[in-house]
């Protein structure tokens, strides 16, 4: 097996727990729950259709400047 093939299976074994992670937040808390990476694409989502796709609901660009606030913190560290 190559090592890129090992790191797609670590990755595709990381996006499944972490989607059983919102499902389970979802059925706990009734709440709907989306992750998305630094490009705002959907990796996990309460509504499966939308994983892979961008999210495009971030009025005043909220996530958008969460995120960013987030990677400057880590930044300095």
């Given at each position: 097996m190559s090592l890129?093939?090992?790191k797609c299976d670590h990755i595709s074994q990381m996006?499944?727990?972490l989607q059983e992670h919102v499902q389970l937040l979802h059925k706990q808390?009734?709440?709907d729950l989306e992750i998305?990476?630094?490009n705002k694409i959907i990796l996990?989502?309460?509504v499966?259709?939308?994983i892979g796709?961008?999210?495009d609901h971030d009025r005043n660009n909220?996530?958008?400047k969460t995120i960013h606030a987030i990677c400057d913190r880590h930044a300095y560290r």
């Open positions: 890129n093939t090992t996006l499944a727990h808390r009734q709440r998305v990476n630094r996990a989502d309460v499966t259709e939308d796709t961008r999210l909220e996530v958008g």
